[in-house]
Structures are given as structure tokens and as C-alpha cells.
């Protein structure tokens, strides 16, 4: 397996803009996670699925945040509008029974 | 209070010393614990799991898990300058949700 993917691993846009980030977990996985990382707060957890259903976005920040997984093998995370403090290195992750893979990441830049 | 909690470091050991990465959660019903490396500008890569009390050891790493006192460390035996990284502590619990701690840098020096 290619493991996690997702595109695109960099994004620079500018403040308003939507953005939309994939991942295409581990074939055979379960549970999807989408993750924020930053130098000051370090790993977050967005939001996960387990079997394409969202089973906590508490960590979403705001409503301009959405994320969907309309079947096992595909999810995306859109920013709309983005702002520049949505900067930071997005990362996908899919697990089956415990262990989490992690994609490349996408770092996000937003001027 | 943070659900899993590591000491940001940095922490300095010398190349061939036994470097100590700690952990606390909260969440006592959590069942299955890792620990990630992470190298500058990639993403985290899984080096350890652990899903009951005791030691579990690899290679040069031995992972300790005390489920009553919510801890969870990392020993990592003649450490390499190649093992200079952030070491992430994760911790998995209800619908395999996944929780990471903040991290903790380490540097070996040469």
C-alpha cells in the first residue's frame, strides 16, 4: 500500500480564498483523522471518522472549517474563507484497530 | 488539563546516554498508547506501541506503561545523534479517537 496520501503538500493562497485539502487513507482503514500542527500548539485533532461517519469535530475551530468523507477511500477538509492565522501543516491520518499512519502533510499558507 | 502532557524540552543527553521521555494522560479509560518521532519538517512516524502495564522493549527503545498512575515514558538506550527529533507521546481510547501531546524535543549530542 502507497499509504496515506494527500494533496496537495503545499498551498499558498490569499486571505478569503477557499481551500480545500484530501487525503486518501490506508485501504482498509476505518478511523480517518485530520490533524492541525503548529509551532505554538503543537498536534490539534480537527476531526475523525470511523467508518465515513464524523464522530467528533470538537476540535474544529470555527464554522469556516468543514470536513466530509463521502466514502472509505477519500476525505477533504475545506477552509472557507481562509485566514492567514490558518496557516499551519495539515496532516491526514487513518488507523485501523489502534496505530495511526500519517500522511506527507499539506502545509498551508495563507497571505 | 491537557489529555496527554509532555515536557517540551528541549532535552540534551550525550551521544551513548539513556535518553527518558515521560508522559501523563488523563483519561482513564484510554486503552492503547504510542510514541511517534517526528523529524523536522515531516510528519509523525510511529516507533512504539503499548497496550498493557509493564515494559516493551525494541531494539534500543523500551516502552513503560503504569495504567494507575496514567504514565506512560520512553527509553531510548545509546542514543544516537540520528535520534535527535520531537518525540510525540499519543494516546487512543473510545472509537479509536487518537490524542496527541504537545511533544518533546530531543538533542544528542555528538
Known amino acids: 500500500d502507497a499509504g496515506v496520501i494527500q494533496s496537495p503538500r503545499h498551498e499558498v493562497t490569499e486571505m478569503g480564498q477557499e481551500v480545500t485539502l484530501r487525503c486518501k487513507p490506508i485501504?482498509?482503514?476505518?478511523?480517518l483523522f485530520w490533524y492541525r500542527q503548529t509551532m505554538m500548539r503543537g498536534l490539534e485533532l480537527l476531526i475523525y471518522f470511523n467508518n465515513n461517519v464524523p464522530i467528533d469535530d470538537s476540535g474544529m475551530p470555527e464554522d469556516r472549517f468543514s470536513a466530509k468523507m463521502p466514502n472509505a477511500s477519500f476525505s477533504t477538509l475545506k477552509i472557507q474563507p481562509s485566514e492567514p492565522r490558518d496557516s499551519a501543516v495539515y496532516f491526514c491520518?487513518?488507523?485501523?484497530?489502534?496505530?495511526?499512519?500519517f500522511g506527507q502533510g499539506t502545509r498551508l499558507t495563507v497571505v | 488539563q491537557k489529555e496527554v502532557e509532555q515536557n517540551s524540552g528541549p532535552l540534551s543527553v550525550p551521544e551513548g546516554a539513556i535518553a527518558s521521555l515521560n508522559c501523563t494522560y488523563s483519561?482513564?479509560?484510554?486503552?492503547?498508547f504510542f510514541w511517534y518521532r517526528q523529524y523536522s519538517g515531516k510528519s509523525p512516524e510511529l516507533i512504539m506501541s503499548?497496550?498493557?502495564?509493564g515494559d516493551k522493549e525494541d531494539g534500543r527503545f523500551t516502552a513503560q506503561l503504569n495504567k494507575a498512575s496514567q504514565y506512560v515514558s520512553l527509553l531510548i538506550r545509546d542514543s544516537q545523534p540520528s535520534d535527535s527529533a520531537t518525540y510525540l507521546c499519543a494516546v487512543s481510547g473510545g472509537y479509536q479517537k487518537v490524542t496527541f501531546g504537545t511533544g518533546t524535543k530531543l538533542q544528542v549530542i555528538p
Open positions: 503499548i497496550y498493557s502495564n
Open positions: 485501504s482498509g482503514h476505518n478511523s
Open positions: 483519561d482513564r479509560v484510554s486503552q492503547s
Open positions: 491520518a487513518s488507523s485501523n484497530l489502534a496505530e495511526a499512519f
